[in-house]
């Protein structure tokens, strides 16, 4: 399983920025696949995640209302669409697939079997 993502960079505070994760497990729709994300010095945390096949998605509080995850099988790409960034934002951010997404929580890190390489969000 291979995870790939794309579509970091560097916005002003109050921008929009657009991830992709691409991966042939988006498709198969039996994982849960999750967005985390990385600032120095601090832990990983969770951001987002989605269970196509029972339509339920999932926030952190930090992000509700402004970052929106979706998925498109067709492509085999997971988004998330993150509006109003703000300097707390900057992090690596990495895509994640959960081979279990009925068991625990969300953002329960040791659930995602499959991780990709991480992509760069700077916000200033």
């Known amino acids: 399983v291979q995870l790939a993502e794309s579509g970091g960079g560097s916005v002003q505070a109050g921008g929009s920025l657009k991830l992709s994760c691409a991966g042939d497990?988006?498709?198969?729709?039996?994982?849960?696949m999750g967005w985390f994300r990385q600032a120095p010095g601090k832990a990983r945390e969770g951001v987002a995640a989605?269970?196509?096949?029972?339509?339920?998605?999932y926030y952190s509080d930090s992000v509700k209302g402004r970052f929106t995850i979706s998925q498109d099988n067709a492509k085999e790409t997971v988004y998330l669409q993150m509006n109003s960034l703000k300097p707390e934002d900057t992090a690596m951010y990495y895509c994640?697939?959960?081979?279990?997404?009925?068991?625990?929580?969300?953002?329960?890190?040791?659930?995602?079997?499959?991780w990709g390489q991480g992509t760069q969000v700077t916000v200033s």
């Open positions: 994640a697939a959960d081979p279990d997404p009925y068991g625990g929580f969300w953002d329960r890190q040791s659930k995602y079997h499959y």
């Open positions: 497990t988006v498709s198969s729709n039996r994982y849960r």
């Open positions: 989605i269970y196509w096949s029972a339509g339920r998605t």
